[in-house]
């Protein structure tokens, strides 16, 4: 299967800042990198929160509709979640028993714009968790 065109769209190294919201699992805080590589029939998404707190690593595979997100929470996804785009943003659903949590990324220009919102439980109205406005690097 040949990957959406869109993926490529994504591709780079980007950095910004990112406002984190509080939640069960996290404090406030920033973030600043987050890398777009190509992978089998999708993309892989390479994310590094750095606090003052700590800091949290995840490594995204999208292939095909399918979404998997590892992180060093430690938490392995039971089943996929949904890679599905929405006109030109790409929009990540997963849900476990833990809650649901919902990534959109779209490109604008040389910048990339996240959203990322969470529910707990995963039938609850969506809070947002992360937006972030980032910059291609060595472009």
Do not use: C, N
Request: glycine letters at 10%; hydrophobic letters at 40%.
């Amino acid at each position: 299967m040949t990957p959406d065109p869109r993926y490529a769209a994504l591709l780079g190294d980007w950095s910004g800042d990112e406002e984190l919201f509080p939640t069960a699992w996290t404090s406030a805080g920033s973030a600043r990198a987050l890398t777009v590589e190509p992978g089998p029939d999708g993309i892989l998404i390479d994310y590094v929160e750095l606090q003052d707190a700590g800091h949290l690593l995840a490594h995204a595979v999208i292939v095909d509709t399918g979404f998997w997100w590892f992180d060093s929470y430690g938490f392995v996804p039971e089943t996929p979640g949904t890679a599905l785009w929405d006109g030109d943003t790409l929009v990540l659903d997963r849900r476990s028993a833990r809650g649901r949590t919902v990534m959109r990324l779209r490109r604008d220009g040389e910048r990339l714009e996240v959203a990322l919102d969470t529910a707990v439980p995963a039938d609850a109205d969506p809070a947002p968790l992360v937006r972030g406005t980032y910059d291609r690097q060595g472009a």
